[in-house]
């Protein structure tokens, strides 16, 4: 999680200079592509109503001419669609400031048992903020992804058997398909 999109340098939860709240993904278009992502993005959230801030503002960061065509493309066929107004903006990508560490991985943070795990195996903060297997648990515990896919990952991601028994506790369906042993 972080900002971009505003007019300052390092901006912070509390000063914002007309940054917006954003994510920042790196993919593999091999595996994922952009019209993928921006299924993902549209899925996520109501794009017909209008924020309410600067901050919460929906809004697609382009990189180039070609996403940008992708995105309008899009937010077209979601116009079409809903019938209704998007209010998304795409704009030109400028910078990302990572968030503050208390940003990073809200759901993961909420559940103490597993942050234990994650402490252990990320003692630095950054590795936590990069971690793949972090942000998949955090992913599972916001209500997110499928038991299938939790079960064939679950144990890659280094949790203790409690830490695990409480994944699965919060895992959409996952402890129906994923019982420990």
């Known amino acids: 999680m972080g900002y971009a999109g505003g007019t300052s340098t390092d901006p912070t939860y509390y000063k914002l200079d007309g940054h917006t709240e954003t994510v920042q993904i790196d993919y593999d278009p091999t595996k994922i592509s952009y019209d993928e992502l921006l299924e993902v993005f549209w899925d996520s959230h109501n794009a ?4 309410y801030s600067q901050q919460y503002k929906s809004i697609i960061f382009y990189h180039d001419e070609a996403q940008r065509m992708l995105a309008m493309q ?3 066929q979601e116009e079409a669609k809903s019938r209704r107004e998007i209010y998304t903006e795409i704009i030109p990508f400028s910078e990302f400031y990572l968030a503050e560490a208390y940003h990073q991985k809200f759901y993961l943070r909420q559940v103490p048992e597993l942050m234990a795990d994650f ?3 990320y003692p630095d903060t ?3 903020v990069n971690s793949t297997a972090a942000a998949r648990v955090n992913g599972y515990i916001g209500g997110h992804g499928t038991p299938e896919t939790l079960q ?3 144990a890659s991601y280094g949790l ?5 028994k409480k994944l699965l506790q919060y895992a959409p369906a996952g402890a129906e398909i994923c019982p420990l042993p």
């Open 152 to 154: 064939k990952e679950l």
């Open 48 to 51: 017909t109503v209008p924020a």
């Open 126 to 128: 950054n590795e936590f």
């Open 160 to 164: 203790s058997p409690a830490g695990t």
């Open 119 to 121: 402490t252990a195996i």
């Open 74 to 76: 899009s937010k077209q």
